[in-house]
Each structure stands twice: as C-alpha cells, then as structure tokens.
C-alpha cells in the first residue's frame, strides 16, 4: 500500500483529475469480452503482462481504493481490476473492472524499486503502460486469501491471457517486478503456479 505512495506523483500520465465518482463495472463469470468492461468506442491498448496485487487492507473495495489513490496523486484507483473479499460494496470473489480499465489507460499499479533512482522510474514507467493491474482485496502478508477470491483470480487471467495473447512467463506477482512483498507470504505462489502450468493445452 506504502509503495502507491512512493511511486505515484512521478506518472505524468495518471495526473489528478476531478474528485467525480469512480466508474466501475462489477463483471460475472465469465469475462464478456466482447465489450470486456471497456467503454463504448474505445479500442483495446496493447496489453503484454498481467502483475498480481494485493491492496494491503482487508476491509475496503475498490471505491475505498479509488479515493485513496486520488488522495495520493493518481487519477483514480490504479489497478485495471479488483477482486473483492466480501468486504465493502464488493461480494467475496467479486471482480470490477474499474475506470482506468474502462477507457484503456495505463496502469499506475508497479512501484519502483526504492533505491534505483530515474532508471527505477523509468522502467516501472514502462511496465505500468503494458501490464494489466490485478489487484486482491486484502493484506497478504497477514492473512490468507479466500478460495472465492483466487478461484476468480484464476478465472480472469486466463481470460485476460487468452485475449491479449499474454504467455505465463508474462504473468508477474507484484514481488517479481519491484522491491515489494506484495500480494504477501500467504499468496498461494505454488498452486498458482500449478494452476497456470495445468491450464495451457
């Protein structure tokens, strides 16, 4: 959650914008994508990675996220998808497709590392413009997950891999990418894992 702080004024791109309430798409199984939660007349962006969050608090939804992001510089909630624990507005296992999703913009969701200065921006830069943003109602690094909640996971990245042509090495957790814990020590890693291995043909 620290790290949004960190990284975010230095996204020219996700520049504040009026406090107007978040547009949000709760989608059901599975992913019409047809329209996929994109808004009318806009074309899809070209998506490369999909990078795996956790929002560091277990009682919020992705309104609470939206105006926690604005309040730190960002343009509305930073993640392209959430995925609710039953907490909030958002039923366990709920996802939403939010506003930054709806009109394809980049995603303000990868912090870059602490100590690697423009260089670090730069490259957490450019990830953010090619990685979709899943991010997990919850503190990973406190507590477990719901089964709802990565049944749901696993249902939209195999959705979002199939229509954006997106390989399992471009599947990141948000530790991968950047000097963070996150989505946290009680992430189910291996099954995941297993999970995307199990699912390619």
């Known amino acids: 959650m620290g790290s949004m702080t960190m990284f975010g004024a230095f996204f020219a791109f996700t520049s504040p914008a009026t406090m107007t309430a978040p547009t ?48 730190e510089g960002l343009s509305g909630n930073g993640y392209h998808y959430v995925i609710g624990n039953g907490t909030g507005r958002l039923g366990d296992g709920a996802i939403v497709a939010t506003g930054r999703w709806a009109d394809q913009r980049p995603g303000a969701h990868v912090a870059a590392n602490l100590r690697g200065g423009a260089e670090a921006l730069s490259k957490a830069d450019d990830l953010n413009r090619v990685s979709i943003g899943i991010c997990l109602i919850g503190d990973g690094d406190e507590r477990a997950f719901t089964p709802a909640q990565i049944k749901a996971l696993q249902s939209l990245v195999l959705q979002l891999q199939a229509r954006f042509d997106i390989d399992d090495d471009h599947v990141f957790l948000h530790r991968d990418v950047s000097d963070v814990d996150a989505p946290g020590r009680y992430f189910p890693s291996a099954e995941f894992d297993r999970f995307l291995n199990a699912s390619r043909p």
């Open 24 to 71: 949000a798409a709760i989608i059901d199984e599975p992913i019409p994508f047809d329209d996929a939660g994109i808004r009318q007349g806009i074309e899809a962006a070209t998506w490369l990675n999909l990078v795996v969050h956790d929002s560091g608090l277990h009682f919020e939804d992705h309104e609470d996220i939206d105006r926690r992001h604005r309040a």
